[in-house]
């Protein structure tokens, strides 16, 4: 079993920057990629950006140049640095995890981008 705990989402006015957490616990050794997806409204959860054991990093079109992706292996911990928001970036912010025997997800966290 794998747990993730997000954390860092927040209201943000556009052109603003945010970073998400992510903390992982329990069988973090099975864990060879790490990511974030994310949901808005209406609208199919999408990749945002994963991050492999390796080091080895993989951005949607939409987030290259403004999200950066990084991982803390002392800390079992992947941060989304997240600037020059947009409002269309609004959504649900799902942490990720896969591992030799299946995915896991966290809650979720909200990021809003409005003015």
């Known amino acids: 079993q794998v747990q993730l705990v997000e954390s860092g989402g927040a209201l943000v006015q556009p052109g603003g920057s945010l970073r998400l957490s992510c903390a992982a616990s329990g069988s973090i050794f099975s864990i060879y990629v790490m990511g974030w997806y994310r949901q808005a409204p209406g609208k199919q959860r999408e990749l945002v950006a994963t991050i492999s054991s390796g080091g080895t990093t993989n951005y949607a079109d939409s987030v290259k140049g403004r999200f950066t992706l990084s991982r803390d292996n002392a800390k079992n911990t992947v941060y989304l640095q997240m600037n020059s928001l947009k409002p269309e970036d609004t959504a649900v912010y799902y942490c990720?995890?896969?591992?030799?025997?299946?995915?896991?997800w966290g809650r979720g966290t909200q990021v809003t981008v409005s003015s």
């Open positions: 990720n995890a896969e591992t030799t025997n299946r995915p896991y």
